[in-house]
């Protein structure tokens, strides 16, 4: 596979790298990818077929994308049980 790269309205140019790595019941499913742009590293997956297609969506995919080691359920908020 190959890396692609995509110029942010902001600027900024982000890579994206396959990475080796993807859960084991999504590896003829999903492609795992890292983000990179100057420090910063993101991660994101997304359909195999989605990122071989010829103009995969790099917007939507870095949109999606969250830092590594992060969860998109972590550092949320919940509501306290007292306040239930």
């Known amino acids: 596979m ?6 942010a309205p902001d600027g900024r140019t982000w890579v994206f790298h396959p990475r080796p ?3 084991h019941e999504e590896a003829g499913t999903h492609v795992t990818l890292t983000v990179e ?3 910063w590293v993101r ?5 195999r077929s989605e990122w071989e297609s010829p103009a995969p969506d790099l917007a939507g ?3 999606r994308a969250v ?3 992060g969860s998109r359920g972590v550092g949320v ?5 007292e306040d239930r």
């Open 2 to 7: 190959t890396q692609r790269s995509f110029t």
């Open 21 to 23: 790595e993807v859960r």
């Open 37 to 39: 742009s100057l420090g």
């Open 43 to 47: 991660v994101v997956s997304c359909l």
């Open 61 to 63: 995919l870095l949109a």
């Open 67 to 69: 830092p590594v080691g």
């Open 77 to 81: 908020e919940r509501e306290a049980p």
